[in-house]
């Protein structure tokens, strides 16, 4: 069964830093993509970014330059590392997959994670 898990998140002060984890079960990670997208009360939910085999990596606008995707095949984990964190960058962060072969990013996904929170708060 296709399965994630998001963990990481939790309060930080603008300007810092956090790196959330998402570790994925159910299938080989390298065939598939991993998209990471957030949802906060009042907003719409946005997709942030997006890791494939085809590249290259997706970023949305509010996040680039500041945020990194990774994976670790091995670990069957993907990585989002996130810098210079602001107010607005809180929610709660999931990361998801279509389980399509050859898609590419962001695109429609299926299956997701119960989500992180993140907080950035002075």
């Known amino acids: 069964q296709v399965q994630l898990v998001e963990s990481g998140g939790g309060l930080v002060q603008p300007g810092g830093s956090l790196r959330l984890s998402c570790v994925v079960s159910?299938?080989?990670?390298?065939?598939?993509?991993i998209i990471w997208f957030r949802e906060a009360p009042g907003k719409e939910r946005e997709d942030i970014s997006c890791?494939?085999?085809?590249?290259?990596?997706y970023y949305a606008d509010s996040v680039k330059g500041r945020f990194t995707i990774s994976r670790n095949n091995r670990k069957n984990t993907v990585y989002l590392q996130m810098n210079s964190l602001q107010p607005e960058d809180t929610a709660v962060y999931y990361c998801?997959?279509?389980?399509?072969?050859?898609?590419?990013?962001?695109?429609?996904?299926?299956?997701w994670g119960q989500g992180t929170q993140v907080t950035v708060s002075s």
């Open positions: 998801a997959t279509d389980h399509l072969l050859g898609s590419s990013c962001p695109g429609r996904y299926r299956y």
């Open positions: 159910g299938f080989t990670l390298d065939y598939y993509k």
């Open positions: 890791i494939n085999s085809p590249g290259p990596n």
